[in-house]
Structure formats: C-alpha cells, structure tokens
C-alpha cells in the first residue's frame, strides 16, 4: 500500500508522475499506431506543465473548452488550439479570436447558420484566420446537428467569410456501462456521413475530429482524423467502472484523513467519515455509478455520501476498516471536476512530493 506522504496536509490532490508519464506515452503510442492524430483535451488538467508533456509525446495542438482557456495555453506557447464548443462569438470574443489568431493556429466549433454568421459578421476582415468545425450530434443529443444538416451550418460559416476545415463530435454518451464500442461506431458513421456530404458540397474538409477516454483507442483511422481524449492522463472513478482503465492507471487521487470512524450495528452501516468532500472531490455521480468515488486501497469500499467537507464510506462486514487518523487515498467519480476546485496539485514520486504545479487555467471560464 502506498502511503501518503508526511507533506501533505489533508485534503489535498496529489498526481503521481510516474503514473501520468505512463498514461501520456500510452495513448499517444496507441493513437499514433492507428494512424491517427492526438489533441487531447486540456480542460481536464488545466496545468501547462501537463501541456507540454503531451505534446512532447507528440500530440498536434491542444483541445480547450473556452477561450480563456485558449489563451492561457497560447500564453505558455501552445501554437495550434482547438475551442471545441458551438461559440457565439460578439464584439468582445471577436477582439479576442483576433487577437488569439495572431499568435497561433485556431480552430473553433459551430452547430447553427445563425452562430456562423454572427461569428464572421464579428471577426470582420478577421474571419479568415480562424478555422471552424461544424459540430456534429453521435448521438449523445447535447449540442451539435444531425449530419444532413452539416451543409447548411458549414455553407453559412464559408458565406460569413470563414475557414471551414471540417466536422467534430463528442461522444460523450460513450461514458455508460457498455457503451463504449457502440458509441465510437455511432460516432465514426455520424462523422463520415457529414464529412461525405460537405465534400459532395465541394467544401474541402482537412479535419474529422471525435474520440472521447473511452472510446479514443476504439476510433480508427478512415473517417476519423484525430481524437480529443482528457481523462486518460489522470484516469478517474467512472473510468474504472467503465473497464476503459485499471487501478494501476489512476495517477491523481485525493489525499484525505479519517475523522470519524463507526463499526456500525444492525441499523446502521460500518463506516468512516473523510476530512474531503464536495469541495474537492467534486459532486458528480452519474446514475449507474455505485459511489461518488472510490478509496485506492480498500476496493470493496464505496463513498455513499458526500458533504462540502464530509466523505462517508461504507464498507463490508468482513473488510479492515480503516483506523481514526490514518490517511487514505480517494479516486474522484469525475477528475475533471476535482482538478477545477483547487489552485494546484501535489506531485509526487516514489512516495515523496517533488513539485507543485499550479491549476493554471482554473476559472477561465469564458
């Protein structure tokens, strides 16, 4: 069992870099050999010092969620920048797309005529810097338009004086129990029938982007011509329950003490009580989730509520129940989230801190 190291004061996310080296080189190995090109998506670390560990892995540019984001990473000198969100873009986020266009290659995303055209209305003689992907719906039913639709939305945005470079999806319905496979077969036929149609159009499309964490080695190359994966650097709680990642894969997991401790009765069950809750843990629970996260050292364990300080964990009759004071290792249900509520991350190797790296682009929320 690995143990918290003395330097942390608890709760604390804590990233070991050994483990997250491993992930890096996995997926960038995994995606490579499938002809394919990496983005990964970083609003999932927020961290610069990750960036540049994926990309000297051999990623092509970033993923972002928001022009913040955008241009926090193109501060730290990230040149190729994807903002994979249906943007409506007004006089203020036009000026900064300008200004964004200058300094590096960037992308963003589109799923209606009307945001088309109010984007290149805004960007003005700018409208030509800027690449734009029309957001195409796989079936997770969020944003994006049905394939047959992609013609209309991409020939607004050429109209608008916009670059169109091609068609995006996220399969986001690729995180259930059993749904991975379908969801990357779902998104490859939706992908390829949007991508068939603007070319039929005379549209020349260069970029076919898709590929969620769990379904990101399950894309092949044909269609597709990169994949967005985030989770995979840090792995969480869902991705375990979806089989998509194994315990050894989890590289961030949250330090925390146990402050209350109860050997349960006939009414009430076995249990410990965490010092970490909803305010670094995050509150996601998706509906087929057996917990809001799970202890790295006690597997049968499950967190059976979550307070903004409180963790309550649940554990079998016949399981060791951890001791008043003794220190365990949380995995969140959703990384994302517990990354996006702390102002930097502990990392450590071989049992021992050896940096802290600052949640850079944490707030950036526009």
């Known amino acids: 069992m690995t143990t918290v190291p003395h330097e942390i004061d608890t709760p604390e996310i804590m990233v070991d870099r050994e483990i997250l080296a491993r992930n890096i080189a996995r997926m960038a190995e995994g995606v490579a050999a499938k002809g394919l090109a990496l983005r990964p998506h970083a609003k999932t670390h927020k961290i610069p010092e990750i960036a540049e560990l994926q990309l000297a892995a051999g990623a092509v540019g970033l993923t972002v969620a928001t022009i913040g ?22 006089p203020r986020q036009a000026e900064r797309l300008r200004r964004l266009a200058g300094r590096a290659r960037i992308a963003v995303g589109t799923d209606s005529a009307e945001a088309a055209r ?59 129990p059993g749904m991975p496979t379908e969801a990357a077969a779902q998104e490859q036929r939706a992908l390829g029938e949007a991508a068939r149609l603007l070319a039929d159009a005379g549209l020349e499309i260069t970029r076919v982007s898709g590929g ?17 994966p985030g989770v995979y650097v840090f792995g969480d709680a869902q991705q375990l329950e979806l089989g998509r990642c194994a315990l050894e894969d989890i590289a961030l997991t949250v330090a925390a003490t146990v402050v209350s401790r109860h050997e349960g009765d006939s009414v009430v069950p076995r249990r410990i009580v965490l010092d970490a809750g909803s305010k670094v843990l995050g509150g996601d629970r998706p509906a087929w989730a057996t917990g809001f996260g799970r202890l790295m050292d006690f597997p049968d364990a499950r967190i059976t509520g979550l307070s903004e300080h409180h963790a309550t964990v649940v554990f079998p009759e016949d399981a060791h129940l951890p001791a008043l004071g003794e220190r365990v290792r949380v995995i969140p249900n959703h990384v994302c989230v517990a990354v996006n509520l702390v102002d930097e991350v502990a990392v450590v190797t071989g049992g021992r801190v050896v940096d802290r790296w600052r949640v850079a682009a944490r707030g950036m929320n526009r």
């Open 118 to 176: 109010a984007m290149g209305a805004a960007l003005g003689e700018a409208a030509g810097t800027i690449e734009v992907l029309v957001e195409i719906d796989s079936g997770h039913h969020r944003s994006g338009v049905a394939p047959a639709q992609a013609v209309e939305v991409a020939r607004a945005a050429a109209d608008a004086g916009l670059r169109v470079a091609g068609v995006f999806t996220f399969p986001g319905h690729s995180y259930a």
């Open 69 to 90: 984001e955008a241009e926090l990473f193109a501060d730290r000198g990230v040149t190729d920048l994807f903002i994979a969100y249906p943007l409506w873009v007004g």
């Open 212 to 228: 969620s964490t769990p379904s990101a080695l399950l894309t092949e190359a044909g269609t597709t011509t990169e994949v967005r």
